[in-house]
């Protein structure tokens, strides 16, 4: 079949070469794929290394936050004090503020030093900084709950000041005390002996991953339990809005609408809208729906809009992509019985699509997930969510924070015991964000089918 | 050239199922297909043969209105079914399939049961109310597709976990399942081996007692095997069309001359 004539094709022949040695081309060939695999592998190490140095160093950090130091004290519920005429009216305890309260701890606390034997120089108001400025707020609250209690003495466990437990978690030293003002030396050695005495105690910190945040003074009591609830709320939002819009508008643009210029222009401006950054989302967010709508600030509903927004043009992209992947002999096949074009996509073509917009959406809501910049706009970052909503509609509409949020603020903090919590809050962000990755796993597998 | 188009050449049909005149195919500014006029007879097999890219394919996708689902497409020219022109704006391409079934060059049974799959036309159609009108309705199109015996005690198992030749007859069953008129096959065989080829023309020549079949073959065998009519095509035009007996012993146009004795294609 060759138009090459005989005698051109039969020229005189390279000198044969043995198989058994390479030859200088094929040699430098090898050398080549040899370095490019060793640069490839070099790489891959150095990624591991910093993803193990990452993750070693959060969870070093972090750990500390999830166990807490508490001090168990004999409080003497002073009936002349609470409630002198002995009603037992919750109303008029309720009267005695935490000032009152506080009076009772450092007795408390001077009594117990006294029976330990330790000598101290110590006043009694001074004692008091080893426990937590909430520890008269508990016992409050724990002697408004219970009336009864009034007249007797009562073994609390006191959350301890946030530098008595760094200095159990070995963050706070008696060198580094020398110039503290809230804590000396003398308060170290009442620690140690109380802890012999086995009244200083550290336990799980189940505060810190239910609880809320807490004012600056009091990192000992901040949790990031609200801020997930919020994050947990704004995850509704946006699963609730962008896939169905995100996934309409994909199949509306992939399948059904007419190619020209309008389409195209459409396109174009999707793939434009996943590179805006997140801040400009926030601040649309702020005149669109705060300004203009009027919706509350800092509201898990608003943020949960804001994140919609950042998340459609990536949901629409993926699952685009997905539905460009499914083969056109199904959607042939499906018309070729006489389906119509809404019946071939969705029994035929959205089916197959699904695992891949399934991935698409988690990755979009992994990313809102961890989303902070937006939220500063909305007034969702640096809000001190001090108690959980009073319901499921009040927790869209009610302030709240999210985790990133919250991790953000309590790294803006001075006192170290919230760098600790920062840490904390990001290890607990980590396993929301596996948590949903597994979702994904999980769903991909249910509705994986090949064909 | 055209002088040669000869499409006066149209054999006279008894009783013809389709008749296209002037059809005309453009993708883009691509001519596809050229001033096409043919008679399709009711209960043959009518195929289609040519080179590559001669147009007998968009021919063929013209006769269901499956260049609809290209959007570049565009038709001209009338074909008629059952003296009801298809293309008229009132005609749904929807309802139209139901009545035209077509069998794709690869097999492309959907990712679900073979029962499914046989289910789907019937089903969206709206043919069988009971579960057991459904099962007779899968039953006689898996045994009209000779895929029965195969495939009757793995109903539930996946169309597409059958060999390559079970998925084309699989499809072919798919097809017959809605009851058409006229069945289009796009190289039904091109991707299987001679023995399930044979089975499907097998099939091809029992399925033209209840349609009229429109093949399209890249294998001149097997037009002359399964086919009464042929046509042939070249360059987006119809070069010839007649008796296949009288197309392939006595060829009246040089060009199909060629064609089937080699040396053109």
């Known amino acids: ?451 | 050239m055209n002088d040669m188009r000869l499409t006066e050449r149209a054999p006279v049909v008894d009783h013809s199922k389709i008749s296209a005149r002037n059809v005309n195919v453009h993708y883009g500014p691509a001519h596809a297909l050229k001033d096409v006029s043919v008679e399709i007879g009711d209960r043959l097999v009518t195929a289609f043969i040519g080179p590559s890219g001669c147009g007998k394919s968009t021919f063929l996708r013209c006769l269901n209105r499956m260049n609809d689902t290209i959007p570049i497409a565009r038709v001209t020219g009338s074909i008629e079914l059952d003296g009801q022109d298809i293309y008229d704006r009132r005609v749904d391409p929807v309802q139209l399939r139901a009545k035209v079934g077509m069998v794709f060059q690869k097999p492309n049974p959907f990712p679900k049961s073979i029962y499914e799959n046989v289910a789907y036309g019937p089903r969206i159609h709206g043919l069988a109310r009971a579960r057991a009108d459904m099962d007779a309705i899968v039953e006689k199109a898996l045994r009209r597709a000779a895929l029965w015996n195969e495939a009757k005690d793995r109903l539930h198992s996946p169309g597409t976990g059958l060999s390559g030749g079970q998925q084309q007859r699989l499809c072919i069953a798919r097809a017959v399942a809605t009851e058409p008129e006229v069945l289009l096959m796009d190289e039904p065989c091109s991707a299987l081996d001679p023995i399930a080829t044979a089975q499907v023309e097998e099939l091809i020549d029992e399925l033209r007692r209840s349609y009229s079949v429109v093949i399209v073959t890249h294998s001149m065998q097997q037009a002359a095997r399964v086919s009464q009519r042929t046509a042939f095509f070249h360059l987006g035009s119809l070069v010839e069309y007649g008796e296949t007996g009288q197309i392939f012993t006595n060829p009246r146009d040089p060009r199909t001359e060629s064609y089937i004795s080699g040396r053109i294609g």
């Open chain 1, 1 to 451: 079949m060759t138009d090459l004539p005989l005698d051109a094709a039969a020229g005189p022949r390279p000198a044969p070469r043995s198989l058994l040695e390479a030859d200088p081309r094929t040699a430098a060939r090898n050398r080549a794929e040899a370095r490019f695999r060793a640069y490839g592998l070099a790489a891959l190490l150095v990624g591991l290394a910093a993803l193990v140095l990452l993750l070693g160093s959060i969870l070093w950090n972090g750990f500390p936050a999830f166990t807490q130091t508490r001090v168990s004290l004999p409080v003497e519920l002073s009936q002349a004090e609470l409630d002198p005429e002995g009603t037992g009216d919750p109303a008029v305890i309720a009267k005695t503020s935490t000032f009152g309260f506080d009076d009772l701890i450092e007795a408390a606390l001077a009594k117990a030093v006294v029976e330990a034997g330790i000598g101290t120089d110590l006043e009694p108001g001074d004692l008091a900084d080893l426990l937590s400025s909430g520890a008269a707020a508990q016992v409050r609250d724990a002697v408004l709950a219970d009336p009864s209690l009034v007249g007797q003495t009562v073994e609390f466990d006191l959350l301890a000041s946030s530098r008595v437990d760094g200095y159990l978690k070995g963050r706070v030293t008696r060198e580094s005390l020398a110039d503290d003002r809230n804590l000396s030396p003398a308060h170290l050695d009442v620690v140690d002996a109380l802890a012999a005495r086995g009244a200083v105690s550290r336990g799980f910190n189940a505060a810190f991953i239910l609880g809320a945040d807490a004012s600056e003074k009091r990192p000992e009591a901040a949790g990031i339990g609200v801020a997930t609830l919020g994050s947990l709320t704004m995850m509704l939002v946006v699963l609730g809005l962008s896939l169905p819009l995100g996934v309409a508008a994909s199949i509306y643009l992939e399948e059904f609408a007419p190619k020209n210029r309008f389409t195209d222009f459409i396109e174009v401006n999707i793939a434009n809208l996943a590179a805006v950054p997140s801040i400009v989302f926030g601040i649309l967010g702020l005149v669109a729906f705060i300004q203009f709508a009027g919706l509350p600030a800092s509201a898990p509903l608003v943020g949960g809009l804001v994140l919609t927004l950042m998340t459609l043009p990536t949901i629409v992209i993926v699952t685009r992509a997905s539905l460009k992947s499914v083969p056109p002999s199904i959607r042939d096949a499906a018309l070729g019985v006489g389906a119509s074009r809404m019946q071939a996509v969705f029994h035929h073509v959205l089916p197959l699509a699904l695992p891949g917009i399934m991935t698409g959406a988690i990755i979009g809501m992994a990313r809102a997930l961890g989303e902070t910049a937006p939220l500063l706009l909305i007034g969702m970052v640096g809000f001190v969510a001090s108690n959980a909503p009073d319901g499921v509609l009040a927790s869209f509409t009610s302030p709240n924070s999210a985790m990133p949020a919250q991790i953000y603020e309590w790294a803006k903090r001075a006192d170290p015991a919230y760098y600790e919590r920062a840490w904390g809050g990001i290890i607990l962000l980590l396993v929301f964000l596996l948590l949903m990755n597994l979702g994904a796993v999980l769903l991909r597998r249910r509705f994986e089918r090949r064909w």
